[in-house]
């Protein structure tokens, strides 16, 4: 799997997921919902540890800078 979630995303990502799992766990989500929550929550910051997103991959878009090639 190449990379195509860049820093900025991945910070993102896991702030987004921290604040749903918040949401949700204080009951500011309903109930009904939560389970769903959880489950959205999980799929987005495991996409920002990993820094691969399928989603993207189908898209053909990247949010990585590209390094540099290193010269030996």
């Known amino acids: ?3 195509n979630v860049g820093k900025m995303d991945r910070v ?8 749903l ?5 204080s009951k500011i989500i309903p109930s009904d919902f939560a389970l769903g929550v959880y ?5 987005i910051a495991l996409t920002g540890f990993i820094r691969f997103c399928p989603l993207y991959k ?3 878009k990247s ?3 590209e ?3 290193h010269i030996s």
């Open 39 to 43: 489950l959205v929550a999980v799929i």
């Open 63 to 65: 949010t990585c800078r």
């Open 21 to 25: 799992s918040i949401l949700a766990y």
């Open 67 to 69: 390094e540099p090639p």
């Open 58 to 60: 189908i898209l053909h």
């Open 1 to 3: 799997m190449r990379k």
């Open 12 to 19: 993102v990502r896991i702030a987004i997921a921290v604040v």
